[in-house]
């Protein structure tokens, strides 16, 4: 069972270069998730994902795509890349059981090891 | 107010001691709470959740959950030079009928010996 894997774990990236950071998960998780973390900051959100074929935007999305053609893959675009990229990606998913409204729920949040970038 | 609240630390403690880590949040978030567990370089790997108010035990951590006052607080008993990491508090934010996470920023914890 390998839950969740993201590659590369590194990359660097020239300015105004593409690419996708791919993302798996093997638990048949509804949702996933793609975050961004700087250096000696909190987890920001970038896109989430509820099941396939739906995507939202999260809090951080200008210079980002998604999309989720199956239960097992979230794979993150950036098409035109920039200096205020270079962070750390990390994926994650969740199997979310709970009711819309709040309360408790299976949303337990599963991440993948990362992917470090670099845009120079 | 931010929707989650942390003190960035670091924290340092002693080894053997009891480390207390706090996070505050805001009406925009509902009322499933998680406390992660970040080391340097590494993924956050979840060691407590909590959803009622009071005090919830597991091993050498209790998560205590405040509603009235809008906080959750992490214990960590008999501290250990392995607990040094960054904590991340984390709650759900339901909007547009779908459920997220909402991090702060963590608190850093140095255990000495």
């Known amino acids: 069972n390998a839950g969740v894997t993201q590659t590369p774990k590194f990359r660097i990236l020239k300015i105004g270069q593409s690419m996708t950071l791919q993302c798996a998960q093997d638990?048949?998780?509804?949702?996933m998730y793609w975050y961004r973390q700087d250096p000696g900051m909190g987890l920001k959100l970038i896109y989430y994902?509820?099941?396939?074929?739906?995507?939202d935007k999260g809090e951080v999305p200008n210079g980002y795509n998604v999309s989720r053609s199956t239960t097992e893959d979230f794979p993150l675009r950036l098409e035109l890349a920039a200096p205020s990229q270079t962070s750390v990606y990390f994926c994650?998913?969740?199997?979310?059981?709970?009711?819309?409204?709040?309360?408790?729920?299976?949303?337990?949040?599963?991440f993948g090891p990362g992917t470090r970038l670099t845009v120079l | 107010q931010k929707e989650v609240e942390q003190n960035s630390g670091p924290l340092s403690v002693p080894e053997g001691a009891i480390a207390s880590l706090n996070c505050t949040y805001s009406?925009?978030?509902?009322?499933?709470f998680f406390w992660y567990r970040q080391y340097s370089g590494k993924s956050p790997e979840l060691i407590m959740s909590?959803?009622?108010?009071g005090d919830k035990e597991d091993g050498r951590f209790t998560a205590q959950l405040n509603k009235a006052s809008q906080y959750v607080s992490l214990l960590i008993r008999d501290s250990q030079p392995s607990d040094s990491a960054t904590y991340l508090c984390?709650?759900?934010?339901?909007?547009?009928?779908?459920?997220?996470?909402?991090f702060g920023a963590g608190t850093r914890l140095a255990v000495h010996p």
């Open positions: 994650a998913s969740s199997a979310w059981t709970g009711r819309l409204a709040g309360g408790p729920g299976t949303d337990t949040q599963y």
């Open positions: 994902s509820v099941g396939a074929g739906i995507t």
């Open positions: 009406d925009r978030v509902s009322q499933s």
């Open positions: 638990m048949n998780h509804n949702y």
């Open positions: 909590i959803y009622s108010n």
């Open positions: 984390a709650a759900t934010s339901i909007s547009g009928g779908y459920n997220k996470l909402i």
